[in-house]
């Protein structure tokens, strides 16, 4: 089912923003659900420098981010990666992002995909008004959030703001990158997580193995 194009001589991107420390099958899933309901020629993975709502300060490096986005997308030719907020000093902000994009795309009409848990947290983004008067949001549920609570939880937005939030459901996946990385330091199987190269990349860099998070 595709909904109908807003303005059709415009290109439908996908933006799919996140810490991706480590990308898995949760994120690459609801971005490709994403593309297909909404028609998108591509969906560009962006992993953030330093996450304003992310207080630990030992996550992976941002190549080591980058670069495991850069493997689990390799496989689909609509999805591709983005260095722009890695290569931004300080913190990344999805409005900058997204206006930064516009300004170099002109005929760009951006979809911001996240999970509905993000969504619910999107008053506290810097300028959310202004942020969706730039893109319209597609919030994909992920287990644990319903999306019914979405409206009412944002009840405090505009009208015309909220009408610019979609949502889409998908296959319900319980993974998170938090648990990845404790699964990870107590030794555990991360195996179907995630793409097989990206475990590889994993091991190869031992990477989640100190507590310290
Ligand atoms: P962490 O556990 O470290 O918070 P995460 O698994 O939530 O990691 P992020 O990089 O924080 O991954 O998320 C990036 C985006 O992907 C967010 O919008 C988040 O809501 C969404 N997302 C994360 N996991 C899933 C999932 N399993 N299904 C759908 N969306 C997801
Ligand atoms: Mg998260």
């Given amino acids: 089912m595709n ?16 810490t991706f420390d480590p990308v898995h ?20 993975f962006i992993p953030a420098s330093k996450p304003p709502h992310k207080s630990r300060n030992d996550i992976s490096t941002p190549e ?11 496989s689909n030719p609509y ?56 893109c319209f949001f597609v919030a994909a549920t ?12 944002l009840g405090r937005l505009s009208k015309e703001a909220l009408a610019r939030i979609k949502t889409i459901e998908v296959p319900s996946l319980a993974i998170s990158s938090t648990n990845i990385r404790q699964r990870v330091r107590e030794g555990r199987p991360i195996k179907y997580l995630l793409p097989d190269e990206v475990e590889k990349f994993i091991y190869q860099n031992n990477l989640y193995l100190s507590a310290s998070w």
């Fill in 64 to 74: 080591q981010r980058l670069e495991m986005t850069k493997i689990a997308v390799s």
């Fill in 3 to 18: 909904i109908r194009l807003e303005q059709p001589e415009k290109k439908r991107i996908g933006l799919m923003g996140g």
């Fill in 142 to 153: 992920r287990p644990g959030f319903k999306l019914e609570s979405v409206e009412c939880k």
């Fill in 25 to 44: 099958y949760g994120h690459l899933v609801a971005a490709e659900e994403a593309r297909y309901q909404f028609a998108m020629e591509k969906v560009i």
């Fill in 79 to 134: 999805f591709t990666t983005s260095d722009i907020e890695i290569k931004r000093a300080g913190l990344s902000y999805t409005i900058d992002t997204v206006q930064a994009m516009k300004q170099a795309n002109p005929d760009w009409e951006i979809y911001f995909i996240t999970g509905a848990d993000a969504i619910l947290d999107i008053l506290t983004w810097k300028n959310v008004e202004g942020l969706l008067e730039e």
